[in-house]
């Protein structure tokens, strides 16, 4: 009998996987079911559990736990599929020789998996971990944690908190404490009181440890690649994104309504923040990934192209799988389409014109790449076309 293929789900950075019914892999555990078996991964998907803003150490060792329960449960394959920072806990765990703090065994965990595909990963640190280490930035960080759960429960925020949080972001207005913490209670008054409960306990464990957040900067990914290695035998592979750049076209592409535009403004704040990726920590581009990124955006990419929150360049590692005009969010299934069963609710409007099509086709392809059917990404997989259709 044939050894079942399992997918594993790596949240980052807001990594709210243990907050119930705040799915956010959701939608992608949906169509994963649905295609999965398709290309070979046949066995079970589940998503990790992990602490959102503890140190990559710290998340390896949950992933590893994570492993090895599954293929304790069902001996098989694994898959990893990795969202943001969950993708430099899968490569951590998959490093030969890694020492991480658990009493499981790494390398055992390490040898079932087959593949591993990020998405929206800062392989090269993003310039956003340096404005959240500041004293200002882990506060907001606190906030911008709540505000991401709160608009995936109810579809939207008051406008009156996303523009006085794009004031904070810019660094206008007035300061911190007082205001912050009168937007935290804004926000958690809205909860019913067991789950304001679960979510204060989730964001105090945001707030008292913040590990993560300088580990991610540029400078110190510096470190972490010169000591993790890619496990031979595994395939590497990474999804790109890129939003659309601030401007004329993207504001029209938010929508009139004036929610989306005040969502743009925050859009608009956290895009220049993510901006400025170090000339000397570009990755070398080989031919074939650079023909994927040019299919899909005319052009590689400038330094200062990014999602809202990674430089797009920093995201490219391995095979690129695909490249797709979509923010940090968009592409875990976190975009505008609320008359889908269940909502698609976005994060921010950021213009970028990703939609359900390009949603599938992403997962598509990572399915196909991560369950080894031969792959060649083109215009009719809906990845690589340099002009994505407006958004739903």
Not at 170 to 199: C, E, K, M, N, T
Not at 200 to 209: A, G, K, M, P, R
Not at 284 to 308: F, K, S, W
Not at 339 to 347: K, S
């Amino acid at each position: 009998m044939a050894r079942p293929y399992h997918v594993v789900l790596v949240p980052g950075f807001f990594g709210f996987a243990n907050l119930g019914d705040f799915a956010y892999f959701g939608h992608v555990v949906e169509l994963l079911g649905d295609l999965g078996p398709r290309f070979g991964l046949d066995g079970e998907v589940s998503v990790i559990r992990t602490d959102p803003t503890s140190s990559l150490l710290r998340r390896a060792a949950i992933l590893t736990e994570s492993v090895a329960a599954l293929i304790d449960r069902s001996p098989g394959d694994v898959a990893i599929l990795a969202h943001s920072s969950g993708g430099l806990d899968a490569r951590l765990m998959l490093s030969p020789g890694v020492s991480l703090p658990t009493s499981t065994d790494v390398e055992r965990c390490a040898r079932s998996v087959r593949a591993l595909v990020t998405v929206g990963t800062p392989h090269y640190g993003t310039p956003l971990a340096d404005f959240f280490n500041t004293m200002l930035g882990q506060n907001l960080l606190r906030i911008l944690s709540l505000a991401t759960i709160y608009t995936l429960r109810s579809g939207r925020l008051p406008i009156s908190v996303v523009l006085r949080l794009a004031r904070l972001l810019r660094g206008r207005g007035a300061r911190p404490a007082g205001v912050i913490d009168q937007l935290y209670l804004q926000l958690l008054a809205d909860f019913s009181s067991a789950r304001r409960r679960a979510v204060e306990e989730f964001l105090n464990h945001v707030f008292t440890d913040q590990d993560l957040v300088p580990q991610i900067a540029p400078a110190s990914m510096d470190l972490f690649n010169a000591s993790t290695k890619n496990r031979p035998g595994v395939r590497y592979g990474s999804v790109v994104t890129q939003a659309r750049h601030p401007g004329l076209r993207s504001w029209v592409r938010a929508g009139v309504d004036p929610y989306a535009q005040a969502s743009h403004a925050l859009f608009v704040v956290l895009y220049r923040l993510s901006a400025g990726m170090p000339r000397e920590r570009r990755p070398r581009i080989t031919m074939e990934n650079a023909a994927v990124l040019r299919r899909t955006y005319g052009r590689i990419p400038t330094q200062e192209a990014n999602d809202g929150i990674v430089p797009t360049l920093s995201q490219v590692w391995g095979d690129l799988v695909g490249a797709v005009w979509a923010d940090h969010h968009d592409v875990i299934g976190h975009f505008h389409l609320p008359t889908h069963v269940p909502p698609h609710f976005d994060w921010v409007a950021s213009g970028s014109g990703f939609n359900r099509v390009h949603f599938e086709a992403v997962w598509r392809d990572m399915a196909a790449y991560a369950g080894g059917a031969r792959f060649s990404p083109g215009p009719s997989e809906g990845l690589a076309t340099p002009h994505a259709p407006a958004r739903s």
